[in-house]
Every structure is written in structure tokens, then in C-alpha cells.
């Protein structure tokens, strides 16, 4: 799904009727693809995710700076993950990536067969590089259950790469 707030919201629900798969990115990547388009969540918001979650809603509504609360979306993103999935249907999108397509065998085993070039776009040009920076330094700082699943590293190497 491309978009995976409602059904983030609804995840506790949606284990106990369906088998359900999460695709996780670089928390960089992320943050930098949300400060690329014109949503609501460029400024740190998710309005059905947080009408499925009130608690989302209050947390939100207490951060007044924007990053802050990206940087609690995101958090609410992974932590719903690691909480309510098992590790195996928690796909790294790198992964899917570098194995051209064959990660997603878990899903799907015909995937095992597929050897598609797929490009990494954590690094895109459509990315603001200065505001990446800034924002990456900033989530080097913090805590958050994405670490659970990106190193401090990868987001490091993510900033050397598009400093060039």
C-alpha cells in the first residue's frame, strides 16, 4: 500500500483476519520522501491515522516544532511494526532492492525467481540534500524504535551519499 497510515492504525485489527507484511525504509529516506511532496504529513501530520489513533492525535498536538513530530511519526510507525508483527513479515525495502525483487518470496515464493534491477531511491534527486542533512543529523540524536531495524550507520552512509 502506498499509503500505510490507515492500515498502520488498524494493524492490532487487521493481524486477527489477515496475514499482513510491513515494508520498512531508511528513517532518513523516509523523512526526506516526506518533505518532498505537499501531504500533511510534511508537516507532521496523518490525519486518518491519527483519527484511528487518538492517542497519535494527542501526541502530535503537544509537538509544535514539525520535524519533532515527523520524528514521532515515524517512531509510530516502527514501533507499531516491531509491536505487532512478527520479525518475519517486516520486509527492509534495501533488502527487497539489492536482492532484485527475491525478498519478497516471503510474500509471494514465486518471488524467489525474480532478478529484476531495481534502483535504490534513498538517495533521490528529488530530495532536498541540505534539509536531508539537517534532518539526518537531527535523527542521529534521537531514540526511536527504527533503530530496532537501521543501524545509526546506515543512516550515516546515507548522509555521505548524497553530500556526494
Same mark, same amino acid.
Given at each position: 500500500m502506498k499509503h500505510p497510515a490507515p492500515f498502520t492504525a488498524l494493524l492490532n485489527e487487521l493481524v486477527e483476519h489477515f496475514p499482513v507484511y510491513a515494508i520498512v525504509r531508511n528513517p532518513l529516506a523516509v523523512l526526506a520522501s516526506w518533505n518532498s511532496v505537499s501531504l500533511p504529513v510534511n508537516k507532521g501530520h496523518v490525519p486518518v491515522a491519527e483519527w484511528f489513533d487518538p492517542l497519535l492525535r494527542r501526541t502530535l498536538s503537544r509537538i509544535p516544532d514539525r520535524w519533532a513530530r515527523q520524528l514521532a511519526l515515524l517512531d509510530w510507525f516502527f514501533e507499531t511494526y516491531r509491536r505487532v508483527l512478527p520479525e518475519t513479515a517486516i520486509l527492509r525495502y534495501e533488502d527487497?532492492?539489492? @536482492?532484485?525483487?527475491?525478498?519478497?518470496?516471503?510474500?509471494?515464493? *514465486?518471488? *524467489? $525467481?525474480?532478478?529484476?534491477?531495481?534502483?535504490?531511491?534513498? *538517495?533521490?534527486? #528529488?530530495y532536498d540534500v @541540505? #534539509?536531508?542533512? *539537517?534532518?539526518? $543529523?537531527? #535523527?542521529?540524536?534521537?531514540?526511536?524504535? !527504527?533503530?530496532?531495524? !537501521? @543501524?545509526? $550507520? @546506515?543512516v550515516e552512509r546515507l548522509i555521505a551519499e548524497v553530500r556526494g
Open positions: 527487497i532492492v539489492a @536482492s532484485g525483487g527475491r525478498a519478497l518470496s516471503v510474500i509471494v515464493p *514465486a518471488a *524467489a $525467481e525474480l532478478n529484476v534491477p531495481l534502483p535504490n531511491r534513498n *538517495a533521490s534527486p #528529488l @541540505s #534539509l536531508m542533512c *539537517a534532518l539526518g $543529523e537531527r #535523527l542521529l540524536k534521537t531514540d526511536g524504535a !527504527y533503530w530496532d531495524f !537501521y @543501524s545509526r $550507520e @546506515s
